[in-house]
């Protein structure tokens, strides 16, 4: 039996438990989280009659050791119980649900409707006597429990005392305080157990930055009309740029050898002139494959060096996991198998037909499994031996998503840290399938939701529905979208995106050039004009700093702020609240002192115009209790971005101008 | 390993098959059909890239014959796959789904595509060859497929002929049908195995009609002012009547001997006198408990009489299995352990603190379940030995869920035939729960659910949320239960709400008194004045015939629909269709031509009028696909009340006068 089993035709316990959560598919892949998160865990639990129900959580940490957390009933007729546990430790948690029949609490119930009434008063004295002496009486009850049960069920009997007051004595904060301690329970009934996996805080919570090394330091030579790539030594020049800005993990596409054999020219074009780089996707040429480095961008000892530099200023290398091959890769020679061979004995290259990708060889997976999956293997550890733990994944549903869960889980097995971001934009039921077969991260369709209405049903899916297997990375950009919100909206439509992505989900990224607001799209496409894809585009940064064409400074902010609020670097606790006017979008965040890092409870109010056109004015109606707030009450706001502050109360005016500041993001202060 | 097992930490199979259905809770309990019902089978099936995939459901019924039933692809981007069976068979069904990479629709959409612009004909032409003769040769494929496969394998080498003109060969409806019987499957992947049981007809299928012998035919004396009690003999004159309103299950309150103790007096006083009959569910006297009868009903040989009258005129009997006692009931003497031993000594009444009910004891379940299991295991065999299939149970909630799993599993191994109808009216949870557990049918909110959003919303919920473990049976009234919609609707409230259980539900049921409009309650409750339930209540069903009070007709009719019209004994089918007017609700049921047992496809359209007090008019929107219908045709529609034919199309005008007929329920007739 697997720790995880569900109990297939497994009859009702005395107390009926369903619905356990956080749980994928009924236990089939364990629930996910990461260190730093608070996972709600929740479970349906109810019985007969009318009698009290207690319930908890029996959580498990993967050292083995056992926490119990009471669990608090739910909306009145929902049966449904929760808390929420701050998760600390990486590895996989154990966990089930007991429910037990809460004597106390029925007693006490029914003692004091009828003491009230002057009913059965003896009788219930008698019924309290016998609870808390057997109860006392119980094994594995403490002696400091057992000795303030029996002092109750000594003062129950003081018959020169009125029920009402002997009553009273079962009420006391140190009575309740034992009883909550170790309540008192019969009929005990467990739940079977469920998984859950605890990541790295990275696997959760990152905000990335994404380049092209070839592109940092490239230089152009007029006279001789050559091109000069950058590389590992000149890319390096840029990181603390990047440190500076906030970001702590640096994504790059495939930094391997590329194809000569129908290279793709500026703009996709088809033929190549002999200064065009080529695409970095059609990887492998006579240089090598997937476990080599391109000889412009430089050595392994370069690429090495360009990691220490990174780590030094706390980021992070992500390479790019690209299962394909240019024509020119060594496995279509040393392994024609992995590829599909035609009717006509040729190979096949890739094709949506009619249209063609001669550029590029698909691998199949099914000729030769076991050669290919651990030639993959292969790849990923090299890699992982430089040091490398994070792996953006590109386009992983072309391949089987059998062969990724394969993959995953043994490269996990043996290096848990590892990361794994899916690149998947196709439909939904794959995009969660690939979250279950163990992609630490997604990306997602967060790019094409720009409406408040879209935003906010789509990240609420986000942090609830899916939350459990399908971790949200929130791109604003990458080299394959530019939406024409982007295209079209200018500085504020960045600053809009940038501000949701980064307060919304702990995880975002932006690909090169959003802070400089680049936005002329190739026509018709929704993508770069020009695309660095296709060639160098080195970037005079410290021109567009002076220009006043940057807004890295807003970015710089934005990362700041996650950095310093907590309640920010959790993904399930976003809230929506109400305001007026269809293009405003209200939500917040929020995290318990007992959860929080600082042990200050911290809660993050953001307010957005999605409308990059537009002065917008409307009234926000909060949720106070969503803030920690009590009801009716006035507090403090302070403006992070602007640092101004403001006396909110549930009802607030705000005015929104695009072409100023498109965003609150406001740190819920002293209630005043 | 049980047959209904979950593949725990199973990974995913080359070909993704997630969220079969109908499935509960993962597989837990087995799902429900009954026989008759046709039943949606779906799974979300998907793979990696673009080529095509195929899908099927492998069906084993009991007797263990396995039919495969190909699945259609549902909306764009749902990955959803379904198709629909009839099940014909009582007993265990197993499924599961079979995904296939669809070789033949890949090559034939490439080959299309390609063809179509000039590219890669020859290799198309041999990827065919190929893919043909490969096929053709498979062992499992039957010889006369094989030669279809071949002849066009020849087809496509013929140079002769254009690649257009070759492709064609692959497309007739000959190969076209040899592919859809045995297509060329690839990569096939098998889900776990589900189960589904399927009942009797009766379990999903019914008109009930509820009443009290004692009150069929119980005659009070003026002069000694003395009741003599109704009893089976002067009931069974009844029956034709029943019979003729077209009910087939005729459910009883409790026949066993009433308690004397603390016997409940007229509309529930706590002092009866000597002509009052008590409570039937005040179960248990000198004359005996749960297995014996009333004496003022006649003896074990009246009831057998009464039960082969009521079989002879097409209507099964239903018991009530109500555990709970009197304080006269002998296991009060023998089996103290089945009940409460409060502190004092005595034995717990009913309570719900501080109102007491000293006139009923409640099981106790958990101080000797061995004995009180097998106690009413032995009741609910003694009086399935008489030939009743059928119990309605009292409270379901109020016991141990898994007290009725087991009680119902040990009966139905033994006598499969026995229905279980759960009178739980609570929280969602419990009520679901008990569906799961066992209980082929349950009440539900129905009666609370008045107006069109209510309605609307609720039987979508039964007919499609829940419907795979809950079996709604709709009942207009019981003696418990006198809505106000009922208490000042009049007889239109009447029809309305016998016409919407009769025709949205496959099992309906009313209380007697309904077809007189009996609708006086007691002042401030829910319930009739002078309740049957303390009362004996004789009517004169001829006079109120006469008085022309009755709507006995309008039932019968009702029946007569549900009887001539399959598509109204389907649970699943209801489809809702938007109407302008908020009072005004339209839905249809539709059944196939090849899953009906009349051999033709059948369609019933409702459209209600839900205020009992107004003219309402309206235009009724239909969807015409849901009514088997192509779009934009006119078509004939039979009014079945009225007997009136009208010309519909997809949009409609209608005027629903309450206070004369106010629902239409249409037979949807020829297009013309």
């Known amino acids: 039996m697997t720790a995880n089993s569900q109990p297939q035709g497994q009859p009702f316990g005395r107390l009926p438990i369903l619905n356990l959560s956080p749980v994928v598919e009924a236990g089939r892949w364990p629930a996910k989280a990461y260190v730093g998160e608070v996972v709600p865990f929740q479970a349906t639990v109810f019985r007969e009659g009318h009698d009290a129900l207690g319930a908890e959580l029996l959580l498990t940490s993967p ?16 049966d449904q119980w929760g808390t929420s546990v701050l998760i600390k430790e990486q590895g996989r948690f154990l966990f089930q649900i007991r429910a037990f029949a809460d004597e106390f609490e029925t007693w006490h119930h029914n003692s004091t409707v009828k003491i009230a009434v002057g009913v059965d008063e003896d009788l219930m004295m008698l019924e309290g006597i016998n609870l808390f002496t057997k109860a006392a009486a119980e094994e594995t009850r403490s002696k400091a429990n057992s000795k303030v049960l029996l002092a109750v069920a000594k003062g129950l009997a003081d018959s020169k005392l009125s029920p009402k007051a002997r009553l009273a004595l079962a009420e006391t904060a140190e009575v309740i305080d034992a009883i909550e301690a ?84 500026p703009n996709n074009t088809l033929n190549a002139g002999p200064q065009d780089p080529g695409s970095p996707w059609a990887i492998g040429s006579a240089a090598g494959g997937h476990d080599k480095i391109h000889p412009d961008l430089g050595t392994e000892s370069d690429f090495k060096a360009f990691i220490r530099a990174a780590n030094d200023l706390g980021i992070e290398i992500a390479l790019d996991l690209a299962l394909q091959a240019s024509p020119d890769h060594p496995w279509v020679k040393t392994n024609p198998e992995w590829f599909t061979t035609r009717a006509d ?21 099914d000729n030769d499994p076991e050669g290919i999956y651990n030639e993959v293997l292969r790849i990923v550890r090299h890699w992982i031996s430089f040091g490398v733990k994070i792996f953006r994944v590109d386009n992983p549903h072309t391949k089987p998503v059998a062969f990724w869960e394969w993959l995953i889980a043994k490269i996990n097995h043996e290096s848990p840290d590892v990361v794994f971001l899916a690149e998947a934009f196709t439909r939904p039921a794959m995009m969660h399938a690939l979250g279950k077969a163990g992609f630490q991260q997604s990306y997602t369709y967060f790019t094409w939701r720009n409406t408040k209405w879209e935003l906010e049903s789509y990240l609420k899916e986000l942090a609830h529905e899916s939350a459990a297997f399908f971790r949200p990375n929130l791109w604003v950009t990458t080299p394959d979208i530019l939406t024409e919100y982007l295209q079209f909206g200018g500085p504020a439509a960045h600053k809009i995106r940038a501000a949701i992505a980064a307060t919304a989900s702990p995880s975002w990224g932006m690909y090169a050039g959003y ?59 976003i809230e929506f609240h109400h305001t007026d006017d269809s293009a405003i979008l209200a939500y917040s965040k929020f995290i318990e002192a007992k959860h929080s890092p600082t042990g200050k409870a911290d809660a993050i109010l953001v307010v957005v115009n999605v409308d990059p056109h537009a002065v917008r004015e409307t009234s926000v109606h909060l949720d106070l209790a969503k803030l920690g707030l009590p009801y009716d009450v006035n507090f403090e706001v302070t403006d992070l971005v602007t640092n101004q502050t403001y006396i909110w109360s ?20 002293q209630v005043v």
């Open 182 to 265: 170790e309540p008192i329970r019969n009929l005990i009934t467990l739940s079977e157990t469920m998984q859950l996996i605890s990541e790295r805080e990275r696997s959760g919570v990152g905000a990335w930055y994404e380049f092209f090394p070839r592109s940092e330091g490239a230089v152009f030579d007029q006279s001789s009309k050559t091109w000069t790539s950058g590389n590992f030594k000149t890319a390096a020049l840029r990181l603390p740029a990047v440190a500076e800005m906030g970001f702590n993990v640096l994504y790059m596409p495939p930094i391997h050898p590329i194809g000569v054999a129908f290279r793709k020219g």
């Open 515 to 573: 802070e400089l607001c680049e936005s002329v799209a190739r026509p018709g496409a929704e993508e770069h004009i020009d695309s660095e894809k296709y060639e160098y585009r080195p970037r005079d940064w410290a021109a567009a700093e002076k220009s006043g064409r940057s807004i890295a400074k807003y970015i710089t902010k934005l990362n700041q702020i996650r950095a310093a609020h907590p309640a920010l670097r959790q993904l399930r606790n």
């Open 63 to 78: 050292s083995g050791v056992q926490t119990i957390h009471r669990l608090k009933a739910g909306a009145p007729g929902s």
């Open 345 to 365: 004995g040729t190979i096949a290259y890739a094709e949506n037909p009619p249209k063609k990708y001669q550029d590029i060889y698909p691998v199949n997976f």
């Open 650 to 669: 549930a009802s607030n005016f705000v005015k929104l101008d695009a072409f100023a500041e498109p965003v609150h993001i406001f740190s819920i202060g």
